[in-house]
């Protein structure tokens, strides 16, 4: 029987094995296990009730993360939710177990007050269906000299070639 739930606080450092486990596709490292450590502890935003779980026999076979952001969308501050550690183990895939908890992270992200949501994927599929939409991202490149000594150059704020060059980024 799977149990779908908030992780507990007692569950915190299986949580970690978890995800260091399922993001290196079974090849499980501290190094890893400490990326998803500092992810937790230095975000001052972290909420256990982010964290959505499907548990099976007292082991988490799925989980979701929500984090709690603020963007700016037409001048205003807007209280976003970023979807994220979406992991599931090999042997409890093709369950179900990660769509139900995207929809109890949506439930959690509207019973929250989270207007927007976004999340970064190789599979946007998956998440169609729950609603995200993949959108276009645009990257442009300017060059700027690094100057004399290849370090850091503050910007020249009266340079308009400098200004525009930054702008157009």
Known sequence: MVEFRTLKWDELNQWFDHCALVFTQGEYTDKMRQYFMRHWYNDSRSLLAGIQVAVVDGEIASTVRVFHRNVYIDGQVTPMGGIGEV??????????????????????????????????????????RFGWEPIRTFMARAKVDAGRDGGVKLLDWDNERELHDVMSC
Request: overall charge positive; hydrophobic content about 40%; aromatic content about 4%.
């Open 87 to 128: 992991s599931t183990k090999p042997q409890f895939r093709k369950q179900g177990l990660s769509g139900r908890l995207l929809q109890m992270a949506i439930a959690h992200m509207e019973a929250s007050g989270l207007a927007v949501s976004s999340l970064g994927t190789g599979i946007p599929q998956h998440y169609a």
